[in-house]
Each structure stands twice: as C-alpha cells, then as structure tokens.
C-alpha cells in the first residue's frame, strides 16, 4: 500500500509537533527538577535527598557533632532546603574519611 504525498506531509507535521511538544515539555521539566545546587553536599552517611528532607528536624544536632568545622545548616540564601545540614567542599572540606584528602 502505497502513501500518498498528502499523508506523508501530514504525518510528518504530526512527528514534528508531538517531538517539539515532547522537547518542551522536558526542558520545562528540566527547569523545576528538583536538584540541590552542586556546591552544596550533604553530610556523610546522607539518605536521598528527598529521604533526607523529609527524614531531617533541622535540630542541628549533627552540625554541632560534627568534629570538623564543616557543616553549617542551610539559610535562605544557600538555595537548598532551609535549616538543613550541608557544607560546601570548596570552603571546607570533610575529613570523615582518612583516605580522601
């Protein structure tokens, strides 16, 4: 069965707006997926970020255990969920592990 040049620019035109919907709707997607910033790190032994939002009191508990002067709980300008542990690697490092530097 043989397509005719009409279907054929019909189906096409289909393909291209389903793949440009599909496009749209993933860079939209991609703008609001749920990620914490790459400078901020959560402590060792963390769960899933959405475990460990959900799992964590923002005590602080773990920022004054920590035996290192890394962890710092998170403010409304560290972008990520607020009063919640994080350190930032570049400005302090965690020395949890003997050997990672």
């Known amino acids: 069965m043989a397509i005719s ?3 054929f620019f019909i189906n096409s035109a289909k393909l291209a707006t389903t793949s440009a919907l599909i ?3 993933l860079i939209s997607y991609s703008k609001y997926a749920y990620a914490i910033p790459a ?7 963390a769960l899933k970020e959405k475990e460990f939002i959900s799992a964590c009191i923002r005590c602080g508990l773990c920022v004054n255990d920590c035996p290192f002067p890394t962890l ?9 969920a607020i009063g919640t542990p994080f350190f930032t690697a570049r ?3 965690c020395e949890m592990c ?4």
């Open 5 to 7: 040049r009409r279907e």
């Open 23 to 25: 496009a749209t709707g």
């Open 39 to 45: 400078t901020a790190i959560r402590p060792p032994g």
């Open 72 to 80: 710092s709980l998170a403010t409304e300008k560290d972008n990520i």
């Open 91 to 93: 400005k302090a490092g």
């Open 98 to 101: 003997d050997d990672i530097p």
